[in-house]
């Protein structure tokens, strides 16, 4: 590569994470305009061949505004003729083709085939299946640099929450859990620490993923949230000795799941009084009297009051200006909104790489933001 061709890694390089989607946009389009030119000429660069029609001759700058930004391009010039890509000329449609292709280039079990009838869509000759290996490969380093970077300092709070999706394993279509992991540090700083995927309910998977945070030094954690998983507590005690709260939004919509419909907004109003009290003793106390109230006619919600009432008033134990963001995993909301919107245009995966690949991807670009 020529000091005229602005590679892949230069270009990912040369930007910080926050910009990481408008680098690998840019990359994107630069290497489908690399290939569509050697088309148009007949011969790569400085091949000598028989069929070769013209020659390059340098670039010229042009700027593609899209929803990721300006992206800064170069538009390979040629001696004879001229090379203009089509998709600068219809900029709506094409803003959404871009987003596709980057999506399906980061999803390395899709047909080339596949991509290609993307790029085709964006008026462009394709792309091989060694262009989008590259490009994934590229990402990949990215991506793996981030999830497994070193954590330094004390994160007393840590949020698990799990998004399922689809993928394919051997011919068939299982349903996984990608675990995203968010920590908050002593200085009350926020951070994507970790993303692990597999079957959500065993206790091997979440020993597992606790101790690669702690091999990458998250240290000090004294209340992990999440929603109730199998085997997940006792990993939480086994790992990093800490309390658990059980998501208060996931738990209230199970208790109600015992409630007939008409009957779920008075429920849910006796049961909110106990999370109004100002500590841990009266919140106990009011639990236990709704539950004794509802106990004659639904006795399988008062069962279930019985048995999680510890962990569903574990913030309490909390300093109370930090518990409106600890009672339930809301604060990965917006988050998960991103990953789950990246992740349906996928629709299945083909495999745990991939899904890393592209959910990675997102975690990267939002821990920044």
Known sequence: MTEERLGLAELLEK????????????????????????????AGRYERSGERSTWRNGYRDRTLDTRLGSLQLRIPKLRQGSYFPPFLEARKSSEKALVAVIQEAWIGGVSTRRVDDLVQAMGLSGISKSQVSKLCKEIDERVHAFLDRPLAGEWPYLWLDATYLKQREGGRIVSVAAIIAVAVNSDGRREIVGLHIGPSEAETFWSTFLRSLARRGLRGVKLVISDAHEGLKAAIRRVFAASWQRCRVHWMRNALAYVPKTQQSMVAAALRQAFLQPDRAQASQMLRHVADQLRPKWPKLATLIDDSETDVLSYLDFPEPHRSKLHSTNPLERLNKEVKRRADVVGIFPNEAAIIRLIGAVLLEQNDE
């Open 15 to 42: 930007t910080g994470e926050g910009d990481f989607l408008r680098a690998v946009a840019e990359a994107v389009l630069q290497l489908l305009m690399e290939a569509d030119v050697e088309g148009m000429i007949g």
